[in-house]
C-alpha cells in the first residue's frame, strides 16, 4: 500500500521480533506464570531459566511473554478500534451536516476537556483487571485525535472539484470515500495508529505501575516492573526487563510512525 | 538609442542536455522586446538566465552585457531592484500577504533608495494614485483584484527605479480588460528604460509593440518587428500560435441546431446571492437541447456561480430553475473544471477511473477507443495518473469521461484558461464538436468574449 522507509522497516522487525518472542514463550515454555518455586528465587539467567526467576521463583521469561503478549493484544485492539471509530466520525461529521458536526463537536470536546490518564484511571478504578474495561477506556480517549485530523482533512476533499466530479458521475459515497477520502488521510491514519499503538501500551504499563490495571498474578509490564523494584540492587536484571521491553516496543512503534506527522 | 542589455550566444543546459539553444539579443532603451512562446519553450530560463536566478544544476554559457559590460552573476545580482527587474508571474506569490499595499511600496524608497519615512510614504501613496490604486493603499493584497494586485506589484518591483525591467508573464490569468490595463502601465515604464516581456498572448504581443522573437522548444524561430512578423508571420509555428488566438478562429459554432430542440433548463429570474453580494439579478434565459451558450464577463461577477447553480451544486436565493428533460438521469448534467489535475483523483491511474466509471454505469467499453482516437488521447494515458499527463490531455480526458455517460447537459467552467492557447484552442473545438454530435448541451465559461463568440449560439453577458 505505501512504500516505506528503512527506519520503519526496522520498528516493523523489532515488533515481528518481540511477537515471535511472546507467541514462542506461551506455547513452548514448560512453566505457567503463576508457578512458583521458592527454592530459586532470583536466579540469573540460566539454562533451565532463560531469563531468570523472580522473587517468587516464576519463570521470568513465561512471565515476559505473556506480559508482552498482553500488551500486544492491547495495543492492536485499542489501535484497531479507535482508529476505525475515530475515521469513520470524522468522516460522517464532516459528510453528514452541520448538526452531526456540531453534535460531535460537543462530544469531542468534553472528552478532551478531561486528560487522558485521568479517564483512563476512572474506568480502571470502577473494575480494576478487567482488561475489557482497560480497553474501552484507552479506545475512548484515543479515537478523539484520529477523529479531528480525519475531519480537517476530510474537509478539504469533500470541497475539492474531484469528488464533485465523481459524485454527478453517479458514484456512490463507499466509492468516493474509497478514492478521494480514503487517499488523503490514510497517510496521517497510519503514523496516528503507530502512535497510539505505543501511547495504549503506555498507559496500561502505567496503570500498571500504579495497581489499579492488570492485576496480579497475571504479568503485566507496568505491574512486573513495580513488583520487581524492591529488588533492584538485588537482582537489576529482574528490574531491566520489563522496562527493556516498554521502551523498545514503544521505539518500534515510534519508528514505525515514520518521519512525517 | 544606447543598448542596455546585450546577450550574445548565450544557452541554457542541464547536465548536457540542452533547453535553451544559443540565442543573441540587444535590448535598446525605448524599444520594447517581447518573446512570444507556448510554456515550455524556454522563455522564461531566458529570463532567469539574464537576471541569474536559474536553479541550481542549471548553467548557462555565452556572454550577458550589461550596460555595455560583461558582467559575472554577482555583479548582476548587485544590479538586482536599483538597476535590474523581473516582475512577478503571479503577484500573490510575490507580494506580502499581511502588509498593506502602500508599505510594501514604501519600504522599497526607504530601504533601497534611503529616503526617510515621511519621504517614502509620500512617494509610495503618489506612485500608487497614478496607477489608479489611491484609494486602495491601506488593503491588503488578499482583498485587492488580480489586476490591482498586479499593478501593485508592479509598483513595488519599479519603485527601485530599475532601467532594465523583465516581465514574465505580466498577464496570465488576468481578464480581458485588465490584461490592456497592465500593458499600458508596462508602457509608461518602458519608457525610462527598457522592457523584456515574455508572454504566450499575442494579443499582449501585438500591443507592446517594438521587436518580437518567437520561440518553440528552447529555439528562436523568427525575430523581427511585432507589427510585421503577427501580420504577416514566416514560420509555420509563429502562424499556428496567431492562429490560436480566440479572435483568429474561424467560427466553429456548430450549424447543425435543429429549429425544432426542445428546451432542457428554462430559468426564469434568478436571483443568486453569495457572502451577501448580488451576483445577479432578475437572470431569465432558455437554454435548448444540444445548444452551445456561453457565459462572458469579468473575474468574480458569477459566471462560474451561474452553472454551479444550473446544476444544483448551489441554491439560488429566488426565482427557478426548471429542468424539462425529465428524462435524463442525474449523472447526466456534468461539468468540466477549471483545474484540470484538480478535478482527477491522483491516487489510482486514469484507465483505472475509467473502468470504475465503465463498471457503474455498464458502458459498452467499445465506444471507448473511437472516442479515444477522436479526443486524440493516445492510450498510454491510461496507465499514468493524473498528476503525469499533460494539462491539456487531462481536460480531453475529462471530456472523454463526461461523453461516456451520454450528457445531456455540460457546465464547462473556463475549460482552457491554464492551457496554451493552441492546446485550449484544439480543447475547445473538440469539445463544441463532440458535445454537438452528442447532442448535448453545452454552457461555456469564458473571460474572453471572442472565444464565445466564436463558439456559441446563444451569450449570456453577466
Same mark, same amino acid.
Given at each position: 500500500m505505501m512504500s516505506m522507509k528503512k527506519s520503519q522497516w526496522v520498528g516493523l522487525a523489532i515488533l515481528f521480533a518481540l511477537l515471535v518472542f511472546s507467541l514462542g514463550g506461551m506455547a513452548f515454555s514448560p512453566y505457567s506464570i503463576s508457578q512458583q518455586d521458592l527454592n530459586a528465587v532470583m536466579e540469573p539467567p540460566s539454562a533451565t531459566h532463560w531469563l531468570g526467576t523472580d522473587h517468587f521463583g516464576r519463570s521470568m521469561f513465561t512471565r515476559m511473554a505473556h506480559a508482552v503478549g498482553l500488551s500486544f493484544a492491547l495495543s492492536l485492539l485499542c489501535m484497531f478500534t479507535s482508529s476505525l471509530v475515530g475515521t469513520a466520525f470524522g468522516v460522517w461529521s464532516v459528510w453528514g451536516g452541520k448538526k452531526v458536526d456540531v453534535a460531535m463537536g460537543i462530544v469531542v @470536546?468534553?472528552?478532551?476537556?478531561?486528560?487522558?490518564?485521568?479517564?483512563?484511571?476512572? #474506568?480502571?478504578?470502577?473494575?480494576?483487571?478487567? #482488561?475489557?474495561?482497560?480497553y474501552l477506556a484507552i479506545s475512548l480517549v484515543?479515537?478523539?485525535?484520529?477523529?479531528?485530523?480525519?475531519?480537517?482533512? !476530510?474537509?478539504?476533499?469533500?470541497?475539492?472539484?474531484?469528488?464533485?466530479?465523481?459524485?454527478?458521475?453517479?458514484? =456512490?459515497?463507499?466509492?468516493?470515500?474509497?478514492?478521494?477520502?480514503?487517499?488523503?488521510?490514510?497517510?496521517?491514519? #497510519? !503514523?496516528?495508529?503507530?502512535?497510539? =499503538?505505543? @501511547?495504549?501500551?503506555? !498507559?496500561?504499563?502505567?496503570? =500498571?505501575?500504579?495497581?489499579?490495571?492488570?492485576?496480579?498474578?497475571?504479568?503485566?509490564?507496568?505491574?512486573?516492573t513495580v513488583e520487581l523494584f524492591p529488588f533492584y540492587s538485588e537482582a537489576p536484571w529482574l528490574l531491566a526487563q520489563p522496562l527493556l521491553v516498554i521502551a523498545l516496543m514503544v521505539f518500534a512503534f515510534h519508528l514505525l510512525a515514520g518521519k512525517r506527522a | 538609442m544606447s543598448v542596455l542589455l546585450k546577450l550574445t550566444n548565450v544557452a541554457v543546459y542541464v547536465d548536457d542536455t540542452c533547453l535553451l539553444e544559443p540565442?543573441?539579443?540587444?535590448?535598446? *532603451?525605448?524599444?520594447?522586446?517581447?518573446?512570444?512562446?507556448? +510554456?515550455?519553450?524556454?522563455?522564461?530560463?531566458?529570463?532567469?538566465?539574464?537576471?541569474?536566478?536559474?536553479?541550481?544544476?542549471? +548553467?548557462?554559457?555565452? $556572454?550577458?552585457?550589461?550596460?555595455?559590460?560583461?558582467? +559575472?552573476?554577482?555583479?548582476? *545580482?548587485?544590479? &538586482?531592484?536599483?538597476?535590474?527587474?523581473?516582475?512577478?508571474?503571479?503577484? &500573490?506569490?510575490?507580494?506580502?500577504?499581511?502588509?498593506?499595499?502602500?508599505?510594501?511600496?514604501?519600504?522599497?524608497?526607504?530601504?533601497?533608495?534611503?529616503?526617510?519615512?515621511?519621504?517614502?510614504?509620500?512617494?509610495?501613496?503618489?506612485?500608487?494614485?497614478?496607477?489608479?490604486l489611491a484609494g486602495n493603499g491601506h488593503k491588503r493584497p488578499d482583498e485587492l483584484s488580480g489586476g490591482m494586485a498586479q499593478r501593485l506589484a508592479i509598483t513595488a518591483a519599479t519603485a527601485g527605479g530599475a532601467h532594465v525591467i523583465l516581465a514574465d508573464e505580466p498577464t496570465k490569468g488576468l481578464d480581458v480588460s485588465r490584461r490592456d490595463g497592465i500593458v499600458r502601465l508596462l508602457q509608461t515604464r518602458a519608457k525610462m528604460g527598457c522592457l523584456l516581456t515574455i508572454t504566450h498572448d499575442v494579443e499582449v504581443a501585438r500591443q507592446l509593440g517594438g521587436l518580437l522573437l518567437v520561440m518553440k522548444e528552447g529555439r528562436l524561430v523568427e525575430k523581427g518587428e511585432a507589427a510585421s512578423i503577427l501580420d504577416f508571420p514566416q514560420d509555420a509555428y509563429t502562424q499556428e500560435l496567431i492562429a490560436a488566438e480566440p479572435s483568429a478562429w474561424s467560427d466553429i459554432t456548430a450549424p447543425i441546431r435543429q429549429a425544432n430542440a426542445k428546451d432542457l433548463i428554462v430559468a426564469n429570474e434568478l436571483v443568486l446571492e453569495r457572502g451577501g453580494r448580488v451576483l445577479f439579478d432578475r437572470l431569465s434565459f432558455t437554454i435548448k437541447q444540444g445548444e452551445v451558450v456561453g457565459i462572458v464577463g469579468d473575474s468574480g461577477c458569477g459566471k462560474s456561480s451561474l452553472g454551479d447553480a444550473l446544476l444544483g451544486l448551489l441554491s439560488i436565493s429566488s426565482g427557478s430553475i426548471v429542468r424539462s428533460d425529465s428524462t435524463a438521469k442525474p449523472f447526466q448534467w456534468l461539468k468540466l473544471y477549471q483545474d484540470p489535475p484538480s478535478a482527477f483523483s491522483s491516487s489510482v491511474s486514469l484507465g483505472q477511473l475509467l473502468d470504475d466509471l465503465v463498471a457503474l454505469h455498464r458502458i459498452d467499453e467499445s465506444r471507448i477507443p473511437p472516442l479515444m482516437a477522436k479526443l486524440k488521447l493516445p492510450?498510454?494515458?491510461?496507465?499514468?495518473?493524473?498528476?503525469?499527463?499533460?494539462?491539456? $490531455?487531462?481536460?480531453?480526458?475529462?471530456?472523454?469521461?463526461?461523453?461516456?455517460?451520454?450528457?445531456?447537459?455540460?457546465?464547462?467552467?473556463?475549460? +482552457?484558461?491554464?492551457l496554451d492557447p493552441i492546446t485550449a484552442k484544439e480543447v475547445t473545438q473538440l469539445l463544441v464538436e463532440l458535445a454537438t454530435e452528442a447532442n448535448c448541451a453545452v454552457l461555456l465559461v469564458s473571460h474572453d468574449p471572442d472565444l464565445i463568440q466564436r463558439t456559441c449560439h446563444q451569450v449570456i453577458a453577466l
Open positions: @470536546n468534553i472528552l478532551l476537556a478531561l486528560p487522558g490518564l485521568v479517564v483512563v484511571l476512572l #474506568f480502571a478504578a470502577i473494575a480494576p483487571g478487567s #482488561f475489557l474495561v482497560l484515543q479515537w478523539v485525535e484520529y477523529y479531528r485530523v480525519v475531519r480537517a482533512v !476530510t474537509q478539504g476533499v469533500i470541497q475539492s472539484p474531484a469528488r464533485q466530479s465523481s459524485q454527478m458521475m453517479g458514484f =456512490g459515497r463507499w466509492y468516493q470515500f474509497k478514492r478521494h477520502i480514503w487517499p488523503a488521510i490514510s497517510p496521517s491514519v #497510519f !503514523t496516528l495508529a503507530a502512535f497510539g =499503538g505505543a @501511547n495504549a501500551i503506555l !498507559t496500561m504499563a502505567s496503570l =500498571g505501575f500504579v495497581y489499579v490495571g492488570i492485576q496480579p498474578p497475571l504479568a503485566e509490564l507496568g505491574l512486573m | 540565442i543573441s539579443l540587444a535590448l535598446k *532603451q525605448g524599444e520594447p522586446l517581447t518573446i512570444l512562446g507556448q +510554456t515550455g519553450s524556454g522563455k522564461s530560463l531566458l529570463a532567469q538566465a539574464i537576471m541569474g536566478l536559474l536553479p541550481d544544476g542549471l +548553467t548557462v554559457s555565452g $556572454e550577458i552585457e550589461t550596460f555595455g559590460k560583461v558582467m +559575472t552573476l554577482e555583479e548582476r *545580482q548587485a544590479l &538586482w531592484g536599483r538597476e535590474m527587474v523581473m516582475l512577478p508571474q503571479e503577484p &500573490w506569490h510575490s507580494l506580502d500577504p499581511l502588509m498593506k499595499g502602500v508599505d510594501q511600496v514604501k519600504e522599497v524608497y526607504r530601504f533601497v533608495r534611503g529616503n526617510s519615512p515621511e519621504k517614502a510614504l509620500a512617494m509610495a501613496e503618489e506612485d500608487l494614485a497614478q496607477v489608479g492510450a498510454g494515458i491510461l496507465e499514468r495518473n493524473c498528476l503525469s499527463v499533460s494539462g491539456g $490531455e487531462l481536460q480531453r480526458f475529462a471530456i472523454l469521461r463526461a461523453l461516456l455517460l451520454d450528457p445531456v447537459f455540460l457546465f464547462a467552467d473556463e475549460p +482552457t484558461s491554464r
